[in-house]
């Protein structure tokens, strides 16, 4: 028999730094600067995002404003608040090749004017040649603007070329035309026309808001924003649940928590906060790691940024900051939280507890982003009618089929995209041979294959999640290139995301590791053979004329057809990974809008978030944007275990966190027994005398298994 006794409570204290807060945070409009987490210092001001691009029944260019003599644009921009360390325009639009001609500018009657960008940067041949692709593919230009010249409310913008040689012809400048019949399609739900743009034909002395563009027939808005330094005005963090009893985030450095009892939690918020900011702190407990478990408590204000709560219900907790400000010049700033807890173990069975031998961990940790999934049921027909079980059918490795099913996409005649409805079913097309096999093209004269870059991609994603596999479509275009649609798919093989290109059936892996590289890896190899950061001023083709895959060590999977595939007709792929874009949803084939690009001109829709990094700094004309790789490449389908010891000796509860899309079942391995579903996220283990296994996988609803977590340890006797 054995006794008991109590053990005497003691404190543990726990200091988080703003980069552990970070680590394992969700965060929305604050960024870790430094050390400290503030609110994010760049904000986007426009009104054209959701309808950018050619409306539908465009045609010869007719969403572009040509700059003639005699004609001025003009664009409202609304200001909340006009202070700012700084102010940058953007517009979209062309610049003519070898253009000689200057652009005026006027804001609020203060007239700047921006020579040819051969004259001011010569370096941006984009701009003014066709070097590097044509430069009849609009553009985003920047002029930085008088921070004096801005006022809060209505501001107004005037843009005109008075130089003779711009004609209707042959203009010297364009800027592009948003269309207010897109705005139903851009966004959802969508946003009502603003009516901030308007056209003269007569140097400004008469107005139109209704006859824009080539034609004089659009009404809408002028692709024209104002990008401010400052703050936003609010944003908040969440962090990872938090073990009082243990420190750190996630479940602490262990994952066997012992069976402690926490009497007493203080919370203290380390904060600067300069005149006109504020920040204010929550706090929740719960007897769970999870944070979507159950028995959360109620969200308490701290108050004075302490809190000090007697038995709570549990020894984890959350908690969530909102950092405000009333002056955009200045943030508060998070600099760490202190959590200090009485920690009681009262009446613990002195036989001998278990002890962890062993642990290899999943991790799940959300994206501060959304992502709406398509549903693979939505495309099991098209998995049917196209035979795409026999197109992998063999394949010893999820890798194998992945790849499988991008030589098909690669090879699969394809049909035309609606650009402003997009459903996957439209691109492949079902065509068979005298024998009855489905037809495929192939060989190419080429690497690539006929079609759209983004048409072959599409059909990749909708085959790759026919079968379950978590797949997206990706837009890379680095400052300053043409763009190319590519596809990333959740590798659990590899442990992480994998580019995949359909167009040309290659992916891209690391030299040393001969693992396939995800693209911000991609981008970080590339980073290492660029001298600068590239931004428009320094566009990756005046740093690089080539990025040569050895020397940013890295190769390419040779498919077999026998071309070089990352350098073809004078298209350097490697130079386009560095910015990247992407909308926050897959689910085309169950809602083909908003579109997130109408496959016409520049991006820029609001629907996109944007990747970026030390050597790609953010692109201006967009409002969402991440450098934090949990936030872009968010780890999915692996299983988070936490071993939770209960007040009885040799009774542990298990509890499992997992990021899976269409999750359906825990599969769980006893002691290397047969894998059984378990379909709750917390259950109680029995352990036994000796060694105890255990194995736990993540499982969707289409056989699609995660990586296996495991856990050995010993019970003594």
């Known amino acids: 028999m054995t006794s008991q006794h109590t053990v005497p409570a003691h404190r543990q204290v726990l200091c988080m730094s703003a980069g552990d807060l970070e680590a394992h945070g969700q965060l929305h409009d604050v960024m870790?600067?430094?050390?400290?987490?503030?609110?994010?210092?760049?904000?986007?001001?426009?009104?054209?995002?959701?309808?950018?691009?050619?409306?539908?029944?465009?045609?010869?260019?007719?969403w572009f404003e040509p700059l003639v003599s005699g004609a001025r644009l003009r664009k409202i921009l609304v200001l909340d608040d006009n202070r700012a360390r700084a102010v940058l325009l953007t517009w979209c639009g062309t610049e003519a090749?070898?253009?000689?001609?200057?652009?005026?500018?006027?804001?609020n009657g203060i007239e700047i004017v921006r020579p040819p960008t051969s004259q001011v940067h010569p370096q941006c041949r984009h701009y003014y040649t066709p070097d590097w692709g044509g430069s009849h593919f609009d553009n985003w230009f920047v002029v930085a603007l008088p921070v004096g010249a801005l006022h809060a409310g209505d501001n107004t913008l005037e843009m005109w070329c008075d130089d003779e040689t711009s004609t209707a012809d042959s203009p010297a400048w364009e800027v592009m035309v948003a269309a207010d019949?897109?705005?139903?399609?851009?966004?959802?739900?969508?946003?009502p026309a603003v009516g901030r743009s308007a056209f003269s034909d007569d140097g400004g002395s008469t107005w139109d808001a209704k006859r824009l563009g080539r034609s004089n027939d659009i009404a809408g808005e002028y692709c024209v924003r104002l990008s401010l330094e400052s703050h936003r005005r609010r944003g908040v963090l969440r962090s990872g649940v938090i073990d009082s009893t243990t420190g750190g985030q996630d479940g602490g450095d262990s994952n066997l928590h012992r069976h402690l009892i926490v009497s007493q939690c203080d919370i203290t918020c380390d904060v600067d906060m300069p005149a006109g900011t504020q920040v204010d702190v929550r706090v929740r407990y719960a007897d769970t790691p999870r944070a979507s478990g159950d028995g959360w408590s109620e969200w308490e204000q701290l108050v004075d940024l302490r809190g000090s709560r007697l038995s709570p219900p549990g020894r984890w907790l959350q908690l969530e900051v909102e950092l405000s400000t009333q002056d955009p010049l200045v943030s508060p700033t998070l600099k760490g939280v202190h959590v200090e807890a009485k920690v009681e173990v009262a009446q613990i069975d002195t036989a001998p507890r278990s002890r962890l031998l062993e642990s290899r961990n999943g991790r799940a940790v959300p994206s501060s982003f959304d992502y709406a999934w398509e549903k693979p049921e939505m495309l099991a027909d098209l998995r049917e009618r196209f035979e795409l079980d026999a197109v992998v059918a063999g394949a010893t490795t999820e890798f194998e089929a992945q790849l499988r099913l991008m030589n098909w996409s690669y090879r699969i005649p394809l049909g035309n995209l609606d650009h402003y409805a997009w459903r996957y079913h439209d691109l492949p097309q079902l065509e068979r041979d005298a024998d009855g096999a489905i037809r495929l093209l192939g060989p190419y004269e080429g690497s690539r294959r006929q079609g759209h870059c983004l048409y072959c991609n599409l059909t990749l994603v909708a085959a790759l999640l026919s079968f379950g596999y978590a797949a997206r479509w990706v837009n890379i275009s680095t400052k300053h290139t043409y763009?190319?649609?590519?596809?990333?798919?959740?590798?659990?093989?590899?442990?992480?995301?994998?580019?995949?290109?359909?167009?040309?059936?290659f992916y891209v892996y690391d030299l040393d590791s001969g693992l396939p590289l995800s693209l911000t890896e991609i981008g970080e190899h590339v980073g290492r053979v660029i001298p600068e950061p590239v931004t428009w001023e320094r566009p990756i083709?005046?740093?690089?004329?080539?990025?040569?895959?050895?020397?940013?060590?890295?190769?390419c999977r040779q498919p077999g057809h026998g071309h070089d595939i990352l350098f073809e007709n004078g298209l350097d792929l490697l130079q386009m990974i560095g910015h990247l874009q992407m909308p926050m949803r897959n689910d085309f084939a169950s809602r083909p809008q908003p579109v997130p690009w109408r496959v016409s001109s520049n991006w820029g829709s609001s629907e996109f978030v944007t990747w970026h990094s030390e050597r790609f700094p953010p692109k201006l004309e967009y409002e969402h944007t991440t450098g934090r790789l949990q936030d872009w490449e968010p780890v999915l389908q692996e299983a988070r275990v936490h071993l939770i010891e209960t007040a009885t000796v040799g009774q542990l509860r298990v509890e499992v966190e997992t990021v899976t899309p269409w999750f359906e079942t825990f599969e769980v391995s006893v002691d290397d027994n047969h894998w059984l579903s378990q379909s709750e996220s917390a259950w109680t283990w029995s352990l036994h005398e000796g060694v105890n296994h255990l194995r736990v996988r993540a499982c969707n609803r289409f056989g699609v298994r995660g990586s296996v977590s495991e856990m050995t340890l010993v019970l003594p006797s």
Not at 483 to 505: I, Q
């Open 541 to 555: 083709q005046a740093q690089v004329a080539r990025v040569d895959p050895e020397a940013a060590g890295m190769g």
């Open 32 to 62: 870790l600067v430094d050390d400290g987490i503030r609110l994010r210092d760049r904000v986007l001001v426009e009104d054209d995002a959701t309808a950018i691009g050619c409306p539908e029944g465009g045609e010869n260019r007719s």
């Open 181 to 191: 019949s897109e705005r139903h399609r851009g966004c959802d739900p969508p946003l």
């Open 97 to 107: 090749d070898g253009n000689e001609a200057a652009l005026h500018i006027a804001v």
């Open 483 to 505: 763009g190319h649609e590519v596809t990333e798919v959740w590798s659990n093989d590899f442990g992480k995301w994998v580019h995949l290109d359909a167009t040309r059936d």
